[in-house]
């Protein structure tokens, strides 16, 4: 995700950058104003600095927070910082230490850096401080505090914008207190975990209160999220991805509620459980989101309560639904397209079934059933979203099939429903724009105004039958969108590979794509002037 740093942040921090430079000598204390007050840091402070006049700096969070009170910010310039740390009791060494409240405003995430250099924990915020955290990374945190992010006591944090990642064992922990995190990356945390640990490497939750919004959570050694008991966890679109070792993407012993989000591409090394996805030991809902192409199962149920609606899961490479216990609820959800079947049921209790559902192999107890073939296609773009997902197939049987109240919105934020009611599953057919149903061109007797030339209106073909729009010649491109039939569009440029032409996509104005001519009622007509559109790379398997 791209990170802004306000004009203001960006010239004060220029300002103390030449200050620095200059070598002025304007470290003289001076009191405190009443009220909040900005302090600065920048690669190029001292320790001799107060911090708190735009002309000089202190050279660590770690000195700024300290000379702080509780409301004042911190003002951080581009950099990797290094000191930041805390001698401990037992000899060894804590991290940032926040005892009050503060904020705390990087430059971006991308180089406002703070590297524990494998020596201690990255930040703690703990005492009941409120604290306010934006555009930093916190990285590589280790030693006998290994790890990235500890929120504790009470306390809350939020964390926005941000990336943490490369740490050796948890990215963020969170005990008995508060966070919320809205567009940060949590990466390639829980290298030092053994693959049998019951610990989440990206997020754990103990006990505490996680909202998760606009995030990602992947490329974690052991699992997602953990959610232990007592915990609650809220993860609203966000993508929980390609994290590896002995836990799924997300393990809940809480309460849980995920919403217009992905749980996608998890695999194990270690798996102690039939799924890869989701386990459930306590109380979860589900709406708007997809599980899918995880190495183990879909979703684990383990005697717990779980409510599925507007949900895909797809493509996992065991069960895509394994359900024990009385409390299964599953509406208006696709579940399909899995490699052992597609749900794992107690033969004694089986599943809630409320409003409409459909499987593709009859296992799931669903009144409709249909070859997932024709249920879904598969979208790994995402419509410019940070999330893969699952379309539906040109006819499905999901589309229009939703029975009882719509949900507001599906997984990508379009407004339900898009036609005379909503979609099964996680994601909603946008209605296909009808751009112009009158005939080709033909020549006119208008005559240009004087000195200007008439420019030649583009030629145009009409579909022939419901057709796929593809980003290149071949079923194994993705999909822009579907075109319904007998929908006139305007050719753009004619293909590389002769069977294909390249048009301008109805649904999305000034995107092309590439229809096959057999799929057309009439031949295209190629001007010599057309340009030749040549065939994109084949795309490579999760690319």
């Given at each position: 995700?791209?990170?802004?740093?306000?004009?203001?942040?960006?010239?004060?921090l220029?300002?103390?950058?030449?200050?620095c430079k200059?070598?002025?000598?304007l470290?003289?204390?001076?009191?405190?104003?009443?009220?909040?007050?900005?302090?600065?840091?920048?690669?190029?402070?001292s320790?001799?600095n107060?911090?708190t006049?735009?002309?000089?700096?202190?050279?660590?969070?770690?000195a700024?927070?300290?000379?702080?009170r509780?409301?004042?910010?911190?003002?951080?310039a581009?950099g990797?910082?290094t000191?930041?740390?805390?001698?401990?009791?037992g000899?060894g060494?804590e991290?940032?230490?926040?005892?009050?409240?503060?904020?705390?405003?990087?430059s971006?995430?991308a180089?406002?850096?703070i590297?524990a250099?494998?020596?201690?924990?990255g930040i703690v915020?703990?005492?009941?401080?409120?604290?306010?955290?934006?555009?930093?990374?916190?990285r590589?945190?280790?030693?006998?505090?290994?790890?990235g992010v500890?929120?504790?006591?009470?306390?809350?944090?939020?964390?926005e914008?941000?990336?943490?990642?490369?740490?050796?064992?948890?990215?963020?922990?969170?005990?008995?207190?508060?966070?919320?995190?809205t567009?940060?990356t949590?990466t390639?945390?829980?290298?030092?975990?053994?693959?049998?640990?019951?610990?989440?490497?990206?997020?754990?939750?103990?006990g505490?209160?996680?909202?998760?919004?606009?995030?990602?959570?992947e490329?974690?050694?052991?699992?997602?999220?953990?959610?232990?008991?007592?915990?609650?966890?809220?993860?609203?679109?966000?993508?929980?991805?390609?994290?590896?070792?002995?836990?799924?993407?997300?393990?809940?012993?809480?309460?849980?509620?995920?919403?217009?989000?992905?749980?996608?591409a998890?695999?194990s090394?270690?798996l102690?459980g039939?799924?890869s996805g989701i386990?459930?030991?306590?109380?979860m809902?589900?709406?708007?989101?997809?599980?899918s192409?995880?190495?183990?199962?879909?979703?684990?149920?383990?005697?717990?309560?779980?409510?599925?609606s507007?949900?895909?899961i797809?493509?996992?490479?065991?069960?895509?639904?394994?359900?024990?216990?009385?409390?299964?609820?599953?509406?208006?959800?696709?579940?399909?397209?899995?490699?052992?079947?597609?749900c794992?049921?107690?033969?004694?209790?089986?599943?809630i079934?409320?409003?409409?559902?459909?499987?593709?192999?009859?296992t799931?107890?669903?009144?409709?059933?249909?070859?997932?073939?024709?249920?879904?296609?598969?979208?790994?773009?995402g419509?410019?979203d940070?999330?893969?997902?699952?379309?539906l197939?040109?006819?499905s049987?999901?589309?229009?099939a939703?029975a009882g109240p719509?949900?507001?919105?599906?997984?990508?934020?379009?407004?339900?429903?898009?036609?005379?009611?909503?979609?099964?599953?996680?994601?909603e057919?946008?209605?296909v724009?009808?751009?112009?149903?009158?005939?080709?061109?033909?020549?006119?007797?208008?005559?240009?105004?004087?000195?200007?030339t008439?420019?030649?209106?583009?030629?145009v073909v009409?579909?022939?039958?419901?057709?796929?729009?593809?980003?290149?010649?071949?079923?194994?491109?993705?999909?822009?969108?579907?075109?319904?039939?007998?929908?006139?569009?305007?050719?753009i440029?004619?293909?590389?590979?002769?069977?294909?032409?390249?048009?301008?996509?109805?649904?999305?104005?000034?995107r092309?794509?590439w229809?096959?001519i057999?799929?057309?009622?009439n031949?295209?007509?190629?001007?010599?002037?057309?340009?030749?559109?040549?065939v994109?790379?084949?795309?490579?398997?999760g690319?």
């Amino acid at each position: 995700m791209p990170h802004r740093t306000p004009v203001y942040i960006s010239a004060i921090l220029v300002m103390v950058s030449l200050a620095c430079k200059m070598g002025l000598d304007l470290s003289t204390e001076t009191p405190l104003p009443a009220g909040p007050v900005d302090f600065y840091v920048s690669p190029l402070g001292s320790d001799d600095n107060h911090c708190t006049s735009l002309q000089f700096a202190c050279p660590s969070i770690t000195a700024a927070a300290a000379r702080s009170r509780p409301g004042d910010r911190i003002l951080v310039a581009p950099g990797v910082y290094t000191r930041e740390s805390h001698p401990t009791e037992g000899g060894g060494q804590e991290g940032l230490i926040l005892i009050q409240d503060l904020t705390i405003l990087g430059s971006s995430a991308a180089d406002t850096i703070i590297d524990a250099g494998g020596l201690h924990s990255g930040i703690v915020i703990r005492d009941g401080a409120n604290v306010n955290i934006q555009n930093i990374t916190v990285r590589n945190a280790g030693g006998n505090s290994p790890y990235g992010v500890v929120v504790l006591d009470g306390s809350f944090l939020e964390l926005e914008n941000s990336v943490v990642q490369e740490n050796a064992n948890i990215g963020i922990w969170v005990k008995h207190a508060n966070i919320s995190i809205t567009g940060v990356t949590v990466t390639q945390n829980g290298a030092a975990l053994p693959n049998n640990t019951a610990t989440a490497a990206g997020i754990l939750n103990e006990g505490g209160q996680v909202s998760i919004t606009n995030s990602s959570i992947e490329g974690n050694y052991n699992g997602g999220i953990f959610n232990t008991e007592g915990a609650v966890l809220n993860v609203i679109h966000s993508a929980v991805a390609n994290n590896s070792g002995g836990l799924p993407g997300i393990t809940n012993l809480g309460e849980a509620v995920i919403s217009r989000s992905g749980i996608y591409a998890n695999r194990s090394t270690f798996l102690t459980g039939p799924t890869s996805g989701i386990e459930n030991r306590g109380s979860m809902q589900i709406d708007s989101s997809h599980i899918s192409q995880n190495q183990g199962g879909g979703i684990n149920n383990l005697e717990a309560s779980l409510s599925l609606s507007y949900v895909t899961i797809a493509f996992n490479e065991k069960a895509g639904l394994y359900a024990a216990g009385p409390q299964v609820r599953v509406s208006n959800s696709i579940i399909a397209g899995h490699t052992e079947r597609d749900c794992v049921l107690d033969p004694e209790q089986g599943i809630i079934l409320a409003d409409a559902n459909l499987d593709s192999d009859g296992t799931c107890g669903f009144p409709k059933t249909a070859p997932p073939t024709e249920i879904l296609f598969e979208v790994m773009e995402g419509y410019g979203d940070f999330i893969p997902q699952f379309g539906l197939a040109v006819e499905s049987p999901a589309i229009n099939a939703a029975a009882g109240p719509c949900v507001p919105q599906d997984l990508r934020g379009i407004d339900r429903p898009q036609g005379s009611a909503c979609d099964l599953g996680a994601f909603e057919v946008e209605e296909v724009l009808i751009v112009s149903t009158l005939p080709a061109p033909t020549a006119t007797s208008e005559t240009p105004a004087a000195g200007l030339t008439a420019l030649p209106a583009p030629p145009v073909v009409v579909t022939a039958r419901d057709v796929l729009c593809l980003e290149g010649p071949g079923s194994w491109y993705a999909i822009v969108s579907a075109i319904s039939e007998e929908v006139a569009v305007n050719e753009i440029a004619r293909g590389a590979d002769p069977a294909w032409v390249v048009v301008d996509n109805p649904r999305y104005p000034g995107r092309s794509c590439w229809l096959q001519i057999n799929d057309l009622a009439n031949l295209p007509l190629f001007p010599i002037s057309f340009p030749v559109a040549p065939v994109p790379p084949t795309p490579t398997p999760g690319g």
